[in-house]
């Protein structure tokens, strides 16, 4: 019984680690900008196929085929910036509206990645073999160690970004008000600018990380982008911790389900979650309610 | 009898000209085009059509985003379909049962959820298409999973089954054309106009007496109508139901097109025409239509940003050029009171007290905004509420109004207690309602903003406003004329049809006088009403106040403009950091040490 629940625990950690990433750069991108992004899932699909077609079918060492993929996530995610995001904010668009529009995007790169690399679910090997180690009796694969080893640096480094650089400071102070931030002449663009980035980097970091342990393939991100979305919500989507929080509660639910449950209703649960936190606390279990 | 009727029908064959239209095309499709794959295209374009007809009113004009009406088109799917294999129901009746259910579904999300701010009720949406879609795929026991519901019986007409595609195409489009002939009635009149203002002035909407809870869930209970149905027809055409009809791609493809589309059904059913056919047309290519769909969202976003219809048409929004009939003048009996609720209705003769404040206190986290504030104001004065700025002149409106409840104290308005109750509860009572910053209805005409202020005058719902039979248009006359009046009494006659963001500030404040007399309330709250005008205007301001005063309505006005408080008031309540310093004359108000002590100590303090 415990080696089971150690191992539940296991892949709980180890997908609530994609879902922390996901949510992540939802958060941030929301914070600054408002905008719920729902790209970020097909930036994390692009960092997956990258890596197979660098990796895989490219031949080319990890090492410079993750920072590779990393990159062109990152690409991904400004050009959805200066392409859609930027121009229709400043024209007056909703942001709400914004939100639907990355929609559309998502859907011409998941378009694009179906044509480059085909319907089928691509494999990516493990990044260090795939023996499991033992631990209390709970098998776990060594890519495991990768996904959570990697989220705990991004998050330290976010950590440390938002208390020592000046522009995270900011980020902090002004929180979600654009407007104010605007008005006391902080340099928006340069705050999308890093958003972006940053979404693109954890996005792109959770598809290539995870891109081992399932098959990737063009139709992955709109999976992502709601596990993301409901562990922004559930947390806060306002509010990095909340994402984290969120992403581990999400993790927990659909690992347990599916142990003790049925894996058929793993999916289920973890919306229904999401429906009961709307419902009791719209801004999520660590978001500050608005007032308004 | 002809000579009259002949201009009547012009007119509406002028106006409606989109309709007939439609139902010619409809008619002469199968006729013309006999190709069984053209037909089969046409068959779930119509389909398409009638999903995406409460979609625009819900997302385009009320501004709810939804990503999961793939839920009730499932559920009517499922539920037809269910009923009719397992339980071998009359198709028909199933499809009755069906709707209904789904009505039922979505009014118990719709009640809880529309609650929430925009951006979270679209979350929401997107985990209840999520949920139908998992318990579509997983509750294999109900619903077949993955393999889906074979066998579904078609629909029968007497004695004939419908299986031809051209019957079944006709039988879709009389859906169609019922669909857009009720989305684009409500569009034009009175729910459409209240839609649009919840869209994009909650606050002011409200206060106009808009329910918007009761408003918006009604309109998500319409749009899931619409797409239950078409799940229903889907049912029985292809006779085959599986989850994948009713992915997430779906609610995308209708969002989609919604915002492609425009405030206008005839923008979306254009837009449906072009992606629909396209992805049907290459069929070879269907994986390619979502990525398809999203170019031309990024493309039409950036060309048309009100929607294709306000590209082809003059504007998205129901929009009436001036017809003779609107600008026939209204003769104006200033003897007939423009305030609608009589007192001698509702009030015993001897009651002179219209609003009464006892004890008010209210505060925002640990600053008392008000404390222990008593007023009353009796009816066919003029009080004007004074004091520095922050001293609470406005909370105490917002007080009175509905948008806040206060800690302690009472509120009583034509003798009832109406503490507790809300803005759209204090506007059906005969409150108006002026703001401080301009808060109209932006992308509608002047005419339209001031419309919307005649609300409550009509009664008609969804259903009979989408029928436009009778009551509505009548209704919508009467509104329209109160309208009219009260743009004639403030001059702005002319400018009724332009669009309201096109006029300049003090005309825009006068607007929204306008749109508050038209409510016809038996009191008119105006928060500082002459902020921003210049002497000209102030003068032409305070006329008007007093005219207003004429027809019976008392007004409580806060401002800054000591002449103007002074010289329109009866009574002046001067307010400092929440506390009712003086109530009296302006005479008396004006000789009060205390006032002197709270206006001149602040300005000598501020010369130092």
């Known amino acids: 019984m415990v080696e089971y ?19 992540l750069g939802l958060v941030i991108i929301h914070r600054s900008t408002e905008v719920m992004y729902f790209a970020q899932g097909t930036i994390a699909m692009a960092g997956g196929v990258a890596l197979y077609g660098l990796f895989t079918q490219g031949h080319i060492p990890l090492v410079a085929a993750i920072p590779a993929s990393l990159l062109v996530c990152i690409i991904l995610a400004l050009a959805s910036q200066w392409i859609v995001v930027l121009p229709l904010l400043e024209r007056g668009v909703t942001p709400l509206s914004v939100s639907m529009i990355t929609i559309g995007f998502a859907t ?11 319907k089928d679910p691509l494999a990516v090997p493990s990044f260090s073999g795939d023996e499991p180690a033992k631990i209390f009796g709970a098998s776990i694969v060594p890519q495991d160690f990768w996904i959570v080893g990697l989220t705990i640096l991004v998050l330290f480094l976010t950590l440390v970004f938002f208390k020592k650089t000046w522009i995270g400071k900011a980020m902090t102070g002004l929180g979600d008000n654009a407007l104010l931030a605007k008005a006391s002449g902080f340099p928006v663009r340069r705050l999308f600018t890093f958003s972006f980035v940053f979404a693109g980097l954890v996005g792109g970091l959770a598809g290539i990380v995870s891109a081992p342990i399932s098959y990737t393939g063009y139709w992955v991100g709109t999976r992502l982008v709601i596990k993301g979305f409901v562990a922004a919500a559930v947390g ?33 649960i973890t919306i229904l ?5 709307l419902r009791l606390r719209p801004q999520g279990l660590m978001g500050e309610k608005q007032i308004g | 009898m002809t000579s009259v009727k002949a201009p009547v ?45 409460g979609i625009t009113l819900l997302t385009r004009y009320a501004g709810v985003i939804t990503l999961g009406h793939s839920a009730f088109f499932a559920l009517g799917a499922y539920v037809s379909a269910i009923l009719t294999v397992k339980l071998g129901w009359n198709p028909w009746l199933s ?3 069906a709707a209904a259910v789904t009505i039922a579904f979505a009014y118990l999300f719709a009640v809880p959820f529309l609650r929430l701010r925009r951006a979270y009720l679209a979350m929401a949406t997107l985990g209840l298409g999520e949920v139908v879609f998992l318990l579509a795929k997983d509750l294999t026991e109900i619903t077949g999973g993955v393999s889906g519901i074979p066998g579904i019986p078609h629909l029968r007409l007497g004695r004939v089954t419908l299986t031809e595609d051209w019957q079944l195409f006709y039988l879709f489009g009389c859906f169609v054309i019922f669909f857009v002939f009720v989305t684009e009635n409500i569009g034009r009149t009175r729910l459409g106009r209240a839609y649009h203002a919840i869209r994009t002035n909650e606050t002011a909407a409200k206060a106009m007496g808009i329910d918007v809870q009761r ?13 239950a149905l078409a799940g229903s027809l889907l049912a029985h055409f292809i006779t085959f139901i599986s989850p994948e009809s009713f992915t997430i791609d779906f609610s995308f493809t209708l969002l989609i097109i919604a915002i492609i589309g425009g405030a206008n059904i005839w923008g979306t059913l254009a837009t449906a025409v072009v992606l629909i056919g396209f992805s049907e047309v290459f069929r070879g290519l269907q994986d390619l239509s979502m990525g398809f769909y999203g170019l031309l969202l990024i493309v039409a976003l950036f060309v048309f940003p009100e929607g294709l219809a306000a590209a082809l048409f003059a504007r998205g929004y129901a929009h009436r050029k001036t017809s003779a009939n609107d600008l026939v003048p209204f003769i104006l009996d200033p003897s007939t009171p423009m305030n609608g609720h009589t007192r001698v209705q509702c009030l015993p003769s001897r009651e002179k007290k219209i609003l009464g404040l006892s004890n008010i206190s209210k505060n925002f986290g640990g600053t008392e905004a008000l404390s222990n504030v008593s007023v009353s104001v009796d009816y066919d004065q003029i009080v004007g509420i004074i004091g520095p700025n922050g001293a609470g002149k406005t909370t105490l409106l917002n007080v009175v109004n509905g948008f806040l409840t206060p800690r302690e104290g009472k509120v009583i308005f034509q003798n009832r207690e109406v503490t507790n109750l809300s803005p759209h509860e204090m506007a059906r009572l005969g409150l108006g309602r002026t703001f401080q910053l301009i808060n109209l209805f932006k992308g509608m005409t002047v005419i339209e903003n001031v419309m919307v202020g005649g609300h409550l005058k009509g009664r008609s719902g969804i259903l009979m406003g989408g029928l436009n039979l009778g009551r509505p248009r009548q209704e919508e006359t009467v509104i329209r004329q109160a309208a009219m009046r009260s743009l004639e009494f403030l001059g702005l006659v002319d400018r009724a049809y332009d669009v309201v963001e096109s006029l300049p500030f003090g005309e825009q404040k006068l607007v929204e006088l306008a749109r508050a007399l038209s409510m016809e309330p038996a009191l008119l709250l105006l928060d500082e009403p002459a902020a921003g005008l210049n002497s000209a205007e102030t003068e032409r301001l305070s006329g008007i106040l007093r005219r207003v005063r004429e027809r019976g309505i008392t007004i409580v006005l806060v401002e800054h403009n000591m002449p103007l408080v002074m010289t329109v008031s009866d009574f002046v309540l001067v307010l400092d950091f929440g506390r009712a310093i003086a109530f009296g004359t302006p005479e008396e108000v004006s000789t009060n040490n205390e006032v002197i002590r709270a206006y001149l100590g602040q300005e000598v303090q501020g010369a130092s």
């Open chain 2, 215 to 227: 408003e918006l869930s009604r309109l998500f209970c319409f749009s899931a109508l619409a797409s």
């Open chain 2, 95 to 97: 499809m009755g049962v």
């Open chain 1, 5 to 23: 629940i150690l191992q539940f625990l296991a892949s709980a950690i180890t997908e609530g680690s994609i879902y922390v990433l996901i949510g």
């Open chain 1, 108 to 118: 011409i790169l998941d378009m694009v990645a179906m044509i480059l690399f085909g």
């Open chain 1, 236 to 268: 806060g989507i306002n509010n990095p911790v909340g994402a984290l929080l969120g992403g581990l509660i999400i993790g927990f639910f659909e690992s347990f389900t599916a142990g003790f449950i049925s894996s058929r209703l793993k999916d289920l």
């Open chain 2, 9 to 53: 029908i012009a007119s509406w064959m002028r106006r409606r000209w989109q309709i007939l239209v439609l139902i010619l095309l409809i008619l002469c499709f199968p006729v013309l085009i006999k190709s069984y794959f053209v037909t089969r295209v046409g068959i779930v374009l119509a389909l398409f059509a009638i999903n995406v007809t």
């Open chain 1, 273 to 277: 979650l999401l429906l009961l936190v």
